[in-house]
């Protein structure tokens, strides 16, 4: 009966230590798989695109964030109260290329310094060589009441030589 028992206990135990082999053996199946799987989905790096620059020999590659200098921005607003108009200026440090297509954007802050939303935009104009322009007034974003300041920022342009 004890013997009877024993044997028993033993092959339950056999019986048990291939269950925990098989699942072991699954749950490794499965990790592989998902590790496959993942990197199979993950999206391939892009080789980098060669810059396309107008500089040529001797001349410096066109850097509109560097050469067009904000001179002044005044935000205000349109007869609704509801859109922001700009008047900005901008000075053309750059000796050789003229810029166009100026991109900006314009940040409106809380007084304690909490940027509440971002205009982006493009200026549709041109300012050549050492120039310093004033370019008309434009509609650029709607006007949040509940900022007390904005911050005006230049963050590219078409750049092209003369």
């Known amino acids: 009966m004890f013997e009877e028992l024993e044997r028993e206990q033993k092959e339950g135990k056999q019986e048990r230590t291939k269950m925990l082999r098989m ?12 590790v496959i799987v993942y ?10 695109q060669p ?10 590659a066109p850097d509109p964030v560097h050469d067009l200098q904000l001179v002044r921005a005044v935000m205000g607003k349109d007869p ?12 053309n440090k750059s000796a050789v290329y003229t810029y166009s297509d100026i991109q900006y954007e314009a ?4 007084r304690d310094g909490v940027r509440l939303g971002v205009n982006k935009d493009t200026i549709k104009d041109s300012i050549g060589p050492g120039e310093d322009k004033k370019f ?9 009441a509940r900022a007390s300041t904005y911050q005006f920022v230049i963050t590219g342009a078409t750049a092209a030589t003369q």
Do not use: C, N
């Open 23 to 34: 699942t072991a053996y699954v749950v490794g199946i499965l990790a592989v798989v998902a």
């Open 39 to 48: 990197f199979a989905s993950r999206p391939r790096p892009k080789a980098p």
């Open 51 to 60: 810059v396309k620059s107008t500089a040529t020999a001797g001349q410096p």
């Open 80 to 91: 609704t109260g509801i859109r922001v108009m700009w008047s900005v200026r901008l000075r």
């Open 107 to 110: 940040y409106f802050l809380t």
């Open 136 to 144: 008309p007034d434009f509609v650029g974003g709607i006007y949040d």
